[in-house]
Antibody
Framework: EEQLVESGGGLVRPGGSLTLSCAGSGFTFSNAWMNWVRQAPGKGLEWVGRIKSYVDGGTTDYAAPVKGRFTISRDDSKNTVYLQMSSLKIEDTGVYFC?????????WGQGTLVTVSS | EIVLTQSPDFQSVIPKEKVTITCRASQSIGSSLHWYQQRPDQSPKLLIK???QPFSGVPSRFSGSGSGTDFTLTINSLEAEDAATYYCHQSSYLPRTFGQGTKVEIK
């Protein structure tokens, strides 16, 4: 059974940095394209970015609000994808989900809460 | 960026009623439109992929249709467990985008 578990969320000051992790199991992680999607409190879903599998180039794509501040990377030896967040803003507050899929997002983790506040 | 507009934003429905949610794209996206269900305090779950294909394990009362710019999610004979917010999502262009969500409440 596919499982994704996010970790690393917490409280951070504006301008600060935080790194989220997402560990996958129950599927061939190295073949999976991995996404990050976030949800501000009481709001809808917002795609943050993705990383392709290394066999498909390993490249990354980002949404405009996070481009240049967030970096997605992966370590297939650990079945883990990361989201490095820097220059955090109050509007980055929300639950961050990782999900698998290059087109539709078929499996999702439970999410980890990031709160950016002074 | 592709804008997806869902309607309605909210729907209150009695059990066994039929629910129809629409999603309109700001330009043609072919069949690259997917539907998700998010129950309160849970992560989203894929319901329909590629406009009309049910994902594994999804009850048969959920169906999708459409192509180009206009898409529909239909829930036949609503059950209490279907109380949730439903989102459409396009994968035709980067950045990927979601609709604003449609909240379905059980009367």
């Amino acid at each position: 059974e596919e499982q994704l578990v996010e970790s690393g969320g917490g409280l951070v000051r504006p301008g600060g940095s935080l790194t989220l992790s997402c560990a996958g199991s129950g599927f061939t992680f190295s073949n999976a394209w991995m996404n990050w999607v976030r949800q501000a409190p009481g709001k809808g879903l917002e795609w943050v970015g993705r990383i392709k599998s290394y066999v498909d180039g390993g490249t990354t794509d980002y949404a405009a609000p996070v481009k240049g501040r967030f970096t997605i990377s992966r370590d297939d030896s650990k079945n883990t994808v990361y989201l490095q967040m820097s220059s955090l803003k109050i509007e980055d507050t929300g639950v961050y989900f990782c999900s698998t899929g290059g087109y539709y997002l078929d499996y999702w983790g439970q999410g980890t809460l990031v709160t950016v506040s002074s | 960026e592709i804008v997806l507009t869902q309607s309605p934003d909210f729907q209150s429905v009695i059990p066994k009623e039929k629910v129809t949610i629409t999603c309109r794209a700001s330009q043609s996206i072919g069949s690259s439109l997917h539907w998700y269900q998010q129950r309160p305090d849970q992560s989203p779950k894929l319901l329909i992929k590629d406009a009309s294909q049910p994902f594994s394990g999804v009850p048969s009362r959920f169906s999708g249709s459409g192509s180009g710019t206009d898409f529909t999610l239909t829930i036949n004979s609503l059950e209490a467990e279907d109380a949730a917010t439903y989102y459409c999502h396009q994968s035709s262009y980067l950045p990927r985008t979601f609709g604003q969500g449609t909240k379905v409440e059980i009367k």
